[in-house]
């Protein structure tokens, strides 16, 4: 079983919403630090947000800002991101990420497990 599985991807039109789903299991279910990464084509892999499990505390990228919000299911052990009032440029492969978070709320120690990713289109 892949430790991390996203779901939730598509086609959509700008100002849409878009939830992404990520089923955690095995090994990366110990991380403390769990988050999305995004990556178009030709740029590097990003991270849009990131949530740290013992501190509660959240980090999301300026361009994303008010408009996603990073949420964990205990229970099912699934990670959310919901994605409100899409724009062309939130568009790219979305990977969910598990590992362990640094000090500074805006970047990982280390990454252990990524996804397989799921696709963001938006597009009118």
């Known amino acids: 079983q892949e430790p991390l599985v996203e779901s939730g991807g598509g086609s959509v039109q700008p100002s849409t919403s878009l939830r992404l789903s990520c089923a955690v299991s095995?090994?990366?279910?110990?991380?403390?630090?769990l988050g999305w990464l995004r990556q178009a084509p030709g740029n590097d892999r990003d991270t849009v947000a990131r949530l740290d499990i013992e501190s509660r505390t959240t980090f999301y990228a300026d361009s994303v800002k008010g408009r996603f919000a990073i949420s964990q299911d205990y229970v099912n052990n699934t990670l959310y991101l919901q994605m409100n009032s899409l724009k062309p440029e939130d568009g790219g492969m979305y990977y969910c990420?598990?590992?362990?978070?640094?000090?500074?709320?805006?970047?990982?120690?280390?990454?252990?497990?990524y996804g397989q990713g799921t696709q963001v289109f938006v597009s009118s």
């Open positions: 990420a598990a590992g362990r978070c640094s000090s500074a709320v805006d970047t990982w120690h280390t990454i252990d497990y």
């Open positions: 095995g090994f990366a279910r110990s991380r403390k630090c």
